[in-house]
């Protein structure tokens, strides 16, 4: 399908997405430092993502929990340090197919969300799941973990907008739910196994369902690092998980993907007079929607109204300076250029 307008190779990729500075290399920490385990204190859900290519079919390739401990969700174990997070996972059959005699371990990406905060953080690493004393733990130890912009929070609105009455039963219709979806991670991984899951956010219905099946999901302005992209290149099994504020489960869409710059699609993601580069077309092999009654539970979706309840995160301008130059007299002088990019990029979301 369209395969005049197939983007194959990491130079014509470039072509189209300029390489970032070298500064940016920076923002990628090997450990969690201070700022990473601020976030994940205040976080109110964690997305975690296994290789869909390592997943039996139909099989969940995802989870997702709400942080709490009163067990609807998973909490994190106060051991959580620089190299290595613990959680406990809920009661029962865990999303991943594992129950509490069994062992599982593998690659894992997971991408933090403060509730009401724009700004999320990005995890990678080996996970182990093992059973302790009938309750299942999962150790995550880190390879790299960064923070990740606000513009596809923005864009997709993620905050701003819960519906009243959140939707209690199991939608059955794709076309349905992509229509209201507005916020998205995307996870790839590479030739080598090593995944990444990245944020995608649009209005309403940015999921672009085609006449023929496939999707398409357009490449808004971001980073430039184009980690996702590089990756599809290498290891085309992508999964998308959709987030649906106020309703109790996700959207899980696993597939084969690639890269087009084709202009009637790319038509089609027009926002704001804009039209994207180039965008990732995806064939399903198969969808689903995971009920989660605890995401609607846990009151994930309404952000504090009180500016004192709010959560007391730094903000992504100082913890990205802050990461590449510390907090000296260098930190300080870069803080100033990342937060006057940072305005600038959250003024042109397209």
Known sequence: ????????????????????????????????????????????????????????????????????????????????????????????????????????????????????????????????????????????????????????????????????????????????????????????????????LSPRGDPAGFLQLLDDGHLFLAERPGNKVAVSLSNILEQPTVAVTGLFPGRPGWLELVGTARISDDPHLLTLCTVAGKRPHLGILLSLDYWAWRPAPALAEASLWTPPSDDLAKPDVTPFARALAEHMQGTGLMGKVVHKVVDTVVKRDMKQLY
């Not at 609807?72 to 051991?79: Q, R």
């Not at 969300?113 to 995890?123: F, N, P």
């Not at 076309?175 to 996870?187: I, K, S, V």
């Open 1 to 196: 399908m369209r395969s005049s307008h197939r983007i194959t190779s990491l130079k014509h990729l470039r072509q189209l997405i300029p390489p970032p500075s070298r500064m940016l290399a920076k923002r990628i920490q090997s450990r969690l430092d201070h700022l990473c385990l601020e976030f994940i204190r205040q976080a109110s859900l964690v997305v975690a993502t296994r290789n869909p290519q390592d997943v039996p079919p139909i099989s969940s390739a995802t989870s997702v929990y709400p942080l709490v401990a009163d067990g609807t969700g998973i909490s994190i174990l106060n051991n959580a340090s620089a190299d290595k997070l613990v959680f406990t996972l809920p009661p029962g059959k865990d999303t991943w197919g594992v129950t509490t005699s069994d062992s599982s371990g593998g690659q894992v990406s997971l991408y933090f969300l403060v509730t009401g905060v724009g700004h999320g953080l990005r995890v990678n690493g080996h996970y182990q799941i093992e059973p302790v004393h009938g309750q299942l733990l999962m150790t995550v130890r880190v390879q790299t973990a960064y923070l990740h912009c606000a513009r596809a929070a923005s864009r997709g609105e993620l905050w701003q907008s819960v519906p009243a009455s959140p939707a209690d039963s199991a939608p059955q219709d794709l076309a349905a739910l992509l229509a209201d979806c507005r916020y998205c991670l995307l996870h790839t991984s590479n030739a080598e196994g090593q995944s990444q």
